[in-house]
């Protein structure tokens, strides 16, 4: 919780670089709101998990945008090539990922990565829309699914 | 210096653009919903990124820069939270993707 109100003050000011009272005061108001607002919506429920995520995640980032641009690359190739070879397939992927928050990160990592979107997921089960057969088989091989896993504590 | 820079900057800007008019032909050509989603999502991540880090250099190391980062991050958080929750909604309401002849049937539903 602090954290997040750390976040929230800093950013507040960073933003507005006004420094009087008035605004100050609505600064703080509104990150107490806020912080209000999280807790009713659950949002510290999860927040042990997050912490220990948390250090980890610059790192897993680095690694997503590789393959973000790799796939980017191939998305686009695609859509400019005249005969537009597209081969839909849609797959279900199991999962290692145990908690919320890692399968979370997991479904939107696979959004976010062009060539592939989650659909559904439910039980440690994703299934997912591949805009080719080769983006699905370089999804089943599972390395998102191995590099999420090992953000996950050991528990 | 400032040159390599600037010519760094201005290559990821260009790299940002062409993504957002790929994935706008792309949204266009597609045959299906779905495959249009993976087209806009080139302009939704790619172009995110490149975008806002060719305006980062630009920008040096000053505040504009950690606001630079902050919306980029915010956007590359929500962006997919969003494009799930319009597949999801698609699919619940029924909308079945068009799928080539299935390979594998324990893979491919």
Not at chain 1, 4 to 22: C, D, R
Not at chain 1, 143 to 152: A, F, H, K, Y
Not at chain 2, 41 to 53: H, R
Request: hydrophobic content about 50%.
């Amino acid at each position: 919780m602090l954290l997040l109100l750390g976040v929230l003050a800093v950013a507040w000011l960073l933003w507005s670089g006004i420094y009087k009272p008035v605004v100050l005061g609505l600064g703080a108001f509104s990150c107490v709101v806020t912080l209000f607002l999280a807790r009713q919506m659950g949002f510290f429920d999860h927040s042990s998990e997050f912490h220990r995520i948390i250090w980890r995640l610059p790192g897993y980032w680095l690694w997503l945008v590789q393959e973000i641009v790799k796939s980017s690359w191939d998305v686009a190739r695609l859509v400019l090539s005249p005969s537009l070879p597209i081969d839909p397939v849609v797959v279900r992927l199991k999962t290692g990922v145990r908690e919320e928050l890692g399968q979370t990160i997991l479904g939107n990592s696979i959004t976010l990565s062009p060539g592939t979107v989650t659909l559904d997921i439910h039980e440690q089960e994703l299934l997912v829309h591949c805009i080719d057969r080769r983006s699905a088989e370089a999804l089943l091989q599972g390395e998102v699914d191995r590099r999420v896993q090992s953000l996950e504590p050991e528990s | 210096m400032m040159l390599v820079v600037d010519i760094l900057s201005w290559i990821l800007m260009l790299v940002g653009a062409l993504s957002v008019l790929i994935g706008g032909i792309g949204v266009l050509r597609m045959p299906d919903f779905y495959s249009r989603m993976h087209a806009a999502s080139l302009t939704d991540t790619m172009a995110t990124l490149a975008l806002f880090t060719g305006m980062m250099l630009q920008a040096g190391l000053t505040l504009a820069t950690v606001k630079l980062f902050a919306i980029m991050l915010f956007l590359l958080l929500t962006g997919p939270t969003a494009t799930y929750a319009l597949a999801n909604a698609a699919l619940t309401s029924g909308l079945k993707p068009r799928v080539s002849v299935p390979e594998s049937p324990e893979n491919v539903q």
